[in-house]
């Protein structure tokens, strides 16, 4: 006879851990802790879904806790890309849809604080990586850097106390490894509830795992190993199963023993001690279903530690190159360590002469870290075919040249599509081109046609979810799509649900007959995957639609989306919905304030007040964007409200202070001149000048809109989100003398 616990009609007891997981606060938290989490190049991909969710948050919270607790919740597919590693082989990444990356993010806070009372003492002693950053942190993980940079002491360390033998330990395939019977073993062992550890080890890895039917014509073939890679809560998942053999591990006295994530090094007073330790670290691995890689696996007498260390450091004193080697270098440039250093790297790399792995790291660093070359970024296209796994990194750098030169861009094109067995290789050079659209010739966009045409037919393991979106944006770009083939592609089962979702949130209006866009859009509302359900919500809320007269009892998430922008039905066309979109804005930034008083847009606007409607859109979908480009759409909406308000008010065209006529071009008088001088709109409406030339004041010293400063001539730096908090602390204030002229 079965307990009433397990009978039909009730709910099984819950566990204190499995509570903790569905609680509102955790959900929340998991939420806080994916927006701060710090892989930018892996972040790129799901950061434009985690900001549409963002303006239905509390309904999708809600709705993942009832599923949870009702044990409803089923995982979507997952979207593969495969970038190369140095070995020519694949590191297999894992987009996961938002409501599986919540749920993931949310278990993975609950295991993270069990392991944390279990390895704390250990953190910084003997473990350097994927800290956890403690219970209720608003970031999950510590900063890489600290951790690194306190591995390699900790090695120095040793070496300095007298332990010269070296064993360097690295595992295969170690994340795609991992079993989910020993993971949910180790979990039970660590304390986690049981029904945490069936939920995470029998429905959502299993599903998260499973081999797509991209590689063969079969059902879906469920893997019992392997977590995905790329989400922030894997890691920890990692570091539960790497505890078994830290725990032993840490007990050799006669050995030190220190491990930065799989990469694990042992220091010995002699080749007997560490020859030994080595046997058991074998031993402990295979226990637990992982295995050693071979030709990482070495012992040796080390003579210098720093051998041994990956460190990233710009020297001082760089020896300058020879002028006719520098001279495609920019004039700019010349005399900067730092760029030196690079250009030396670049030229080493593709040499293949004595390359270290330290020259990689460094390498990647540098990039990073210098302005972008347009010089450097031809030459990158050049170590891209000899080193494909550098390609993020050089993709990254090129997107960020200012002006890319025809020769530049002749070289990124020409490398598209030269790895065929590397398809995200395509999609992410793809990429970079698709970032300098506006400098693209005629004779580019003819040498595209047929690489992208090419990319579109691809499909199985000759394609992935990057190079199929990136493929279907470039193709509307160069050919005006037809709406039936857009649907076409919408529909087919092969095209990806994070395809869909790139397309749909970054397709241009004009290359879809705009009426036949928003029919497509209103069709994706009623889509089986959420994700789409929602960019579609989205999209057609920026293109200012109402919420359409279909079923939306799916997708609750979608309402919420159309009541946050004010397009409920039944909301009169006659009433401006700016004033509700500048309190959400002003809400989303932190910016504490009363009610905005309502203005009377179309009377101040008149012909500009759709434009200024579309800037305020455009706004509200990118209060978490940068700021950079932030202040460029708040300065182009607002540049329109001076002459507005100026001919509106009838003010004169003088100087109160000096009597003068203002400074006139063909447009009249100059807009600056009109906040600046004492006029007759500077007395009337003085927190309203105050905040335009504040606006202009930032916008001059933003990187967006002016690389170098005027008088400086140094390089602007990114506007920060303190800068424009603060500009937009006195934007309530200029409202008001707004509303005091034109009242709604």
Same mark, same amino acid.
Request: contains cysteine; positive net charge; proline residues 5%.
């Given at each position: ?516 866009? $928003?029919? !497509?859009?209103?069709? =994706? &509302?009623?889509? *089986?995957?959420?994700? /789409?359900?929602?960019? %579609?919500?989205?999209? @057609? ?85 940068? $700021?950079? !480009?932030?202040?460029? =759409? &708040?300065?182009? *909406?607002?540049?329109? /409200?001076?002459?507005? %308000?100026?001919?509106? @008010? ?87 003398? !707004? ?6």
């Amino acid at each position: 006879m079965s307990s009433p616990a397990s009978s039909p009609g009730h709910r099984p007891r819950r566990s204190t851990d499995f509570n903790k997981l569905t609680s509102g606060r955790n959900l929340l938290l998991a939420w806080e802790r994916l927006e701060r989490a710090r892989e930018p190049a892996f972040k790129w991909y799901w950061r434009p879904s985690l900001f549409v969710a963002l303006k239905a948050q509390k309904v999708i919270l809600k709705r993942i806790a009832s599923q949870l607790k009702n044990d409803a919740f089923n995982p979507d597919d997952v979207c593969l890309f495969s970038e190369p590693k140095p070995s020519t082989l694949l590191r297999h990444k894992s987009l996961l849809a938002h409501g599986d990356h919540i749920v993931y993010q949310a278990i993975g806070n609950v295991v993270a604080d069990r392991l944390y009372g279990r390895v704390r003492d250990r953190y910084y002693v003997s473990i350097f990586g994927n800290l956890y950053g403690g219970p209720g942190d608003k970031f999950f993980l510590q900063r890489w850097e600290k951790g690194y940079q306190a591995f390699n002491n900790a090695n120095r360390k040793a070496f300095k106390a007298g332990q010269k033998w070296l064993v360097q330990f690295d595992f295969a395939s170690f994340y795609d490894s991992i079993g989910h019977g020993v993971l949910e073993r180790l979990l039970m062992e660590l304390g986690v509830g049981d029904d945490v550890c069936r939920l995470l080890c029998e429905k959502l890895l299993p599903h998260w795992s499973c081999a797509g039917d991209d590689f063969v014509k079969l059902h879906r073939i469920v893997l019992d190993t392997g977590i995905p890679q790329g989400p922030l809560p894997s890691p920890i998942m990692a570091e539960v199963v790497l505890a078994y053999i830290d725990e032993h591990m840490s007990k050799l006295g006669y050995v030190t023993y220190l491990r930065y994530a799989d990469d694990i090094r042992i220091w010995g007073d002699n080749q007997e001690q560490v020859r030994l330790a080595a046997a058991i670290l074998d031993r402990l691995a295979r226990n637990i279903g992982v295995f050693p890689q071979a030709k990482k696996f070495a012992i040796e007498e080390v003579e210098d530690v720093e051998s041994v260390l990956k460190e990233v450091s710009i020297p001082s004193d760089v020896e300058e190159p020879d002028d006719e080697t520098f001279a495609m270098v920019e004039e700019e440039l010349k005399g900067r360590d730092a760029m030196r250093l690079l250009w030396n790297l670049v030229s080493k790399l593709l040499s293949h002469e004595d390359v270290e792995p330290q020259d990689v790291t460094e390498f990647k660093f540098l990039l990073w870290a210098t302005d972008a070359s347009d010089a450097v970024a031809r030459r990158l296209c050049e170590l891209m075919r000899s080193m494909p796994h550098l390609t993020e990194a050089c993709c990254y750098y090129i997107e960020r040249v200012e002006k890319p030169s025809l020769v530049l861009l002749d070289a990124v094109i020409d490398l598209i599509n030269h790895f065929p067995g590397y398809p995200w290789m395509s999609g992410r050079l793809l990429r970079a081109t698709w970032s300098h659209k506006k400098h693209l010739t005629t004779p580019h966009k003819q040498a595209l046609r047929p690489k992208v045409a090419h990319l579109m037919k691809q499909t199985g393991v000759k394609t992935d979810c990057q190079a199929q979106g990136i493929a279907m944006l470039m193709c509307s770009e160069l050919n005006k799509l037809r709406a039936e083939r857009l649907e076409k592609w919408f529909n087919d089962p092969k095209t990806s649900w994070w395809a869909i979702v790139h397309v749909v949130l970054n397709i241009g209006e004009s290359r879809v007959s705009g009426t036949l866009l $928003r029919a !497509l859009l209103t069709k =994706l &509302l009623g889509h *089986a995957n959420r994700e /789409v359900a929602r960019a %579609a919500a989205h999209r @057609l809320c920026t293109l200012g639609e109402h919420i359409p007269n279909v079923s939306l009892d799916e997708h609750d998430e979608c309402k919420t989306i159309f009541q946050s922008f004010g397009l409920v039905t039944g909301t009169p066309r006659k009433f401006s919905r700016i004033n509700h979109l500048y309190s959400q804005i002003l809400n989303n930034s932190g910016v504490r304030c009363e009610t905005l008083p309502k203005v009377n847009w179309r009377q101040l606007l008149g012909s500009e007040y759709d434009a200024f409607d579309m800037y305020a859109t455009q706004m509200y979908g990118e209060t978490r964007a940068s $700021r950079d !480009l932030f202040c460029q =759409l &708040l300065f182009a *909406a607002w540049e329109a /409200v001076v002459p507005c %308000a100026w001919a509106q @008010l009838k003010c004169s065209d003088f100087d109160h202070d000096s009597g003068k006529k203002l400074e006139k071009d063909k447009h009249g008088v100059k807009v600056p001149e009109m906040f600046r001088k004492n006029t007759d709109m500077r007395i009337r409406m003085p927190a309203f000048c105050k905040f335009m030339k504040s606006l202009h004041s930032l916008r001059h010293h933003g990187q967006a809109s002016h690389r170098k400063n005027s008088f400086s001539k140094l390089r602007n730096r990114p506007i920060s989100f303190g800068d424009m908090n603060r500009l937009l602390q006195e934007l309530p204030a200029a409202w008001a003398d !707004l509303a005091a002229e034109f009242p709604e």
